[in-house]
């Protein structure tokens, strides 16, 4: 899917099998308790993910949310179908041709809810650059990235994110 996705961005056909070897992609089990309080609080803070792409599958309880169009949209669980979102990666790679979606997940009220969600990532080395121009980031490693997180999040308490890198 990487890969198509990436077929008119000028990327090298063979760079996510040549920089997103199996072990630096992972998983993520997440359990959200019942939460008397759910008004309150989030089962998890809205974010944009720090991968290529997320695979999410999730179950029947509800709570994912996109926030598309101003708004926080309901991501309707569906057994027979995986979200897929676009990450800060990919946001980076195409030059804002696609954009990492910022989302949330709501905390459930009665019953817990899980979720599995599959990160796609290139090794701390790749860099990540876009082909088209001009680029509105400046060129960076996934390490880079990930260690600017954390100084953000330490700093501020927020990621801040792919705009860190905006020329
Ligand atoms: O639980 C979900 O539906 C989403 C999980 C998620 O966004 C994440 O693990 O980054
Ligand atoms: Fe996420």
């Known amino acids: 899917m990487a890969e198509i996705l990436a077929e008119n961005l000028g990327v090298s056909s063979t760079f996510f099998q040549e920089n997103c070897p199996e072990e630096t992609s992972y998983l993520r089990m997440n359990r959200y308790p019942p939460c008397p309080f759910s008004s309150e609080v989030f089962g998890l803070v809205p974010h944009t993910d720090s991968s290529f792409l997320t695979v999410v599958s999730q179950d029947q309880i509800g709570g994912l949310q996109l926030w598309k169009n101003g708004r926080w949209i309901n991501v309707k669980p569906n057994p027979d179908a995986l979200v897929i ?66 100084r953000d999040v330490k700093a501020t308490g927020d990621k801040v994110g792919v705009s860190r890198f905006l020329l």
């Open 85 to 150: 979102n676009i990450g800060d990666l990919f946001q980076a790679l195409s030059n804002d041709v696609y954009k990492s979606i910022k989302h949330r997940v709501l905390a459930p009220q009665q019953v817990e809810r899980l979720s599995l969600a599959f990160f796609y990532c290139p090794t701390y080395e790749t860099v990540i650059k876009s082909c088209i121009k001009p680029s509105m980031y400046r060129e960076f490693t996934f390490r880079e990235f990930l260690m600017q997180i954390q």
